[in-house]
């Protein structure tokens, strides 16, 4: 079982940048695709972006395409979200996720085992 802890999230004006780190407590995430989701209050959670095992291939949703990076740095077992020109509508509780089933579908909720606590992002306008 991986164990996930997200940090780096906070308050930031419109326009600004964060970047969030999730640590896994795994041996190795190398065989593990890693995720990044968020939940805005009274809102379902939603994908916001995904990067394949190798690291070689990244999704991101429609709405940071561009503003958002994800990385991976398996040799610290920690996956990144780097966020720029962040929007007053990208307030959320941001999670990470790990997922090992193949065929998958990056974007749905169900292709990920294990998830973190999140951390919340906050942008004022």
């Known amino acids: 079982q991986v164990q996930l802890v997200e940090s780096g999230g906070g308050l930031v004006q419109a326009g600004g940048s964060l970047r969030l780190s999730c640590s896994a407590s795994?041996?190795?995430?190398?065989?593990?695709?890693m995720g990044w989701f968020r939940q805005a209050p009274g809102q379902e959670r939603e994908f916001v972006g995904a990067?394949?095992?190798?690291?070689?291939?990244?999704y991101y949703a429609e709405s940071v395409k561009g503003r958002f990076t994800i990385s991976r740095d398996d040799r610290n077992n920690t996956v990144y979200l780097q966020m720029n020109v962040l929007k007053p509508e990208d307030t959320a509780v941001y999670y990470c996720?790990?997922?090992?089933?193949?065929?998958?579908?990056?974007?749905?909720?169900?292709?990920?085992?294990?998830w973190g606590q999140g951390t919340q992002v906050t942008v004022s306008s």
């Open positions: 795994a041996r190795t995430i190398t065989n593990y695709y």
């Open positions: 996720a790990a997922g090992s089933y193949s065929g998958v579908y990056y974007r749905a909720l169900s292709s990920y085992f294990a």
């Open positions: 990067i394949s095992r190798s690291g070689d291939t990244t």
